[in-house]
């Protein structure tokens, strides 16, 4: 007998989101709506629902592995968003495209950067087969964002970085928002950021552990 995905959204619905204080419905239908097998390697398709990040490349110009995020963190940081039919958004690392799926159903348009080729013909064609069709997938380095369709209501960063580039506020409208994980490891804070009269402020809301992106480190510095 075959897995009963539909099941398994529920459950994970129920048990890893509900439970976790994912309450905004327009998040909670995104999550029962979208199918994550569609989204991750075919011997992992029976444990798309499983609460752990599941790897879906071992990395590729950049030799860093990718994931699609754990359910609930993913889903936490959707609500911290506070997304409307009304924004355009920025998703950094695409991945193979689950989180752009999401973010299609909660947004007007989304614009969805990715630097690995391989992932990015994947995930177009999976969001394409899927309907998802105000999604673009677009080749680009991760930490430079993609401005040539900016400014944008929301960038969502969709893995942790030590630091966030001034690119990606430069690419926000004013009145905007940017959401990432800030940190690495058990040390991670999703962040909130908020662009107003050209000024960027921020706040923690809550500890993460996810995988990072690559591209985001910070520069070292010489200490004499």
């Known amino acids: 007998m075959g897995t009963d995905y539909q099941a398994a959204r529920q459950k994970m619905v129920d048990s890893q989101l509900r439970t976790t204080d994912v309450n905004s419905h327009s998040v909670l239908k995104a999550f029962l709506t979208v199918a994550r097998e569609d989204f991750v390697p075919t011997p992992l398709k029976p444990l798309a629902y499983i609460d752990t990040d599941l ?59 990715e630097s690995d080729s391989a992932l990015v013909e994947s995930a177009s ?37 030590e630091t966030v580039p001034a690119a990606l506020f430069d690419q926000l409208r004013d009145g905007g928002r940017l959401v990432a994980p800030v940190g690495l490891g058990l040390a991670a804070q999703a962040h909130l950021f908020v662009k107003d009269g050209g000024a960027v402020s921020s706040r923690p809301a809550f500890n993460v552990a996810v995988k990072p992106l690559p591209g985001f480190r910070k520069v070292e510095e010489f200490v004499f």
């Open 55 to 113: 790897q879906v490349s071992t990395g590729g110009e950049d030799g860093v592995g990718r994931y699609v995020m754990e359910p609930s963190p993913l889903a936490k940081m959707l609500q911290l968003a506070q997304i409307t039919r009304d924004h355009v958004v920025l998703e950094i690392g695409c991945g193979s495209g689950y989180t752009a799926a999401l973010l299609s159903l909660l947004a007007g348009s989304v614009v969805a950067v």
């Open 125 to 161: 064609q999976t969001l394409s087969d899927g309907g998802y069709d105000n999604v673009a997938v677009v080749t680009g380095e991760l930490e430079k964002g993609y401005a040539a369709e900016g400014p944008y209501d929301l960038i969502f960063l969709n893995g942790a970085v």
